[in-house]
């Protein structure tokens, strides 16, 4: 069983910028897994926004966020980071971070094994 937690999710202005970090505990080594962040707005199915090899060689995005977030990861920190620049109100959501013990990279979430509770990000116009 694995364990994640969010955090770092707010409420900032438009063009501003935001951390998140997802830290995992369990039994399965963190560094045996690829690492994903989705998003959920009100109303919308949840979409793939980045995700990272389990060595952290690989990094994916959808378009509308590649070239302002910035996924990583610190296995010796059981941690995976998503660093958000220039956010735009469209990018309102909560936020999700999700393990896959295949290691295979997914862009879409029936893949992922376990899944965090979410941390809500707020961007005002």
């Known amino acids: 069983q694995v364990e994640l937690v969010e955090s770092g999710g707010g409420l900032v202005q438009a063009g501003g910028s935001l951390s998140l970090s997802c830290t995992g505990s369990g039994r399965t080594p963190f560094s045996d897994c690829a690492m994903g962040w989705f998003r959920q707005a009100p109303g919308s199915v949840r979409e793939f926004v980045a995700a990272?090899?389990?060595?952290?060689?690989?990094?994916y995005y959808t378009n509308s966020v590649r070239g302002r977030f910035t996924i990583s990861r610190d296995n010796a920190k059981n941690t995976v980071y998503l660093q958000m620049n220039s956010l735009k109100p469209e990018d309102t959501a909560v936020y999700y971070c999700?393990?896959?013990?295949?290691?295979?990279?997914?862009?879409?979430?029936?893949?992922?094994?376990?899944w965090g509770r979410g941390t809500q990000v707020t961007v005002s116009s």
């Open positions: 999700a393990a896959d013990y295949s290691r295979v990279v997914s862009t879409a979430p029936g893949p992922y094994d376990y």
């Open positions: 990272i090899s389990w060595s952290g060689e690989g990094t």
